[in-house]
């Protein structure tokens, strides 16, 4: 069965620096998500992005982040100067744009 | 804004008995409900979705109902079984189109006493 992929699955990071997400979609999917995690709460959406652009964004994707998909497959989530409050887990997921979202296996941020 | 309410936030049980949980969602365009299973440290895995155009969905031991009157959709998990324990969370969508987020409940930690 096709996964989403993630990697890498544990990012240690210093407060102010730059961490790069990624993930590859499954291979005929085209609608892209990042949701993140806080420990113990809920799944919170950030970003979605399809046809090479941002759809949609919530409040908590200010301008420290970015998305892109610099290659055709490999799709990215970067924290610009991340901070303490940044650290959760990050899911990537993908779907067809009929609803239905795959997860990936998610990254683990610690900001130190 | 967009919200989705869970309710309970834990629900224990004893192996073989039926496991309720309510969800109710605050947009009226949301027309797709899955349910996602997240066993501790792992990724969320979609168990059973409902579409706006039906009431209930059924497989094997799982279930979903939906009221949009009312909009509320609940899961039902009958013989539960300790493989079973895990936060499940609701999510409420539009879709189709190109935004299609998913907005989450708060989870619920199910637990299955053997």
């Known amino acids: 069965e096709p996964e989403v992929t993630q990697t890498p699955s544990h990012q240690v990071t210093q407060m102010g620096q730059e961490v790069i997400l990624r993930c590859v979609p499954i291979?005929?999917?085209?609608?892209f998500y990042w949701y993140r995690q806080i420990l113990g709460q809920k799944v919170e959406f950030l970003v979605s992005f399809y046809n090479n652009e941002i759809s949609e964004k919530s409040e908590i994707f200010d301008d420290q982040f970015s998305v892109e998909r610099p290659d055709g497959s490999n799709f990215t989530l970067k924290i610009r100067s991340t901070k303490l409050e940044d650290s959760a887990m990050y899911f990537c997921a993908t779907g067809t744009g009929a609803g239905i979202q795959y997860f990936g296996a998610g990254t683990r941020l610690s900001v130190l | 804004g967009e919200n989705v309410e869970q309710h309970p936030s834990t629900l224990s049980v004893q192996e073989g008995d039926s496991a309720v949980i309510k969800c109710t969602y605050s947009?009226?365009?949301?027309?797709?409900f899955p349910w996602y299973k997240q066993e501790l440290g792992k990724r969320p895995q979609l168990i059973i979705d409902i579409r706006s155009n039906v009431g209930e969905k059924k497989d094997q031991r799982i279930a979903v109902t939906l009221n949009k009157t009312a909009k509320h959709f609940s899961l039902h998990i009958t013989e539960t079984q300790p493989e079973d324990s895990a936060v499940y969370f609701c999510?409420?969508?539009?879709?189709?189109?190109?935004?299609?987020?998913?907005?989450f409940g708060q989870g619920t930690t199910l637990q299955v006493k053997p």
């Open positions: 999510a409420a969508s539009i879709t189709p189109g190109n935004t299609g987020k998913l907005i």
């Open positions: 947009d009226s365009a949301s027309n797709y």
């Open positions: 291979s005929n999917h085209l609608y």
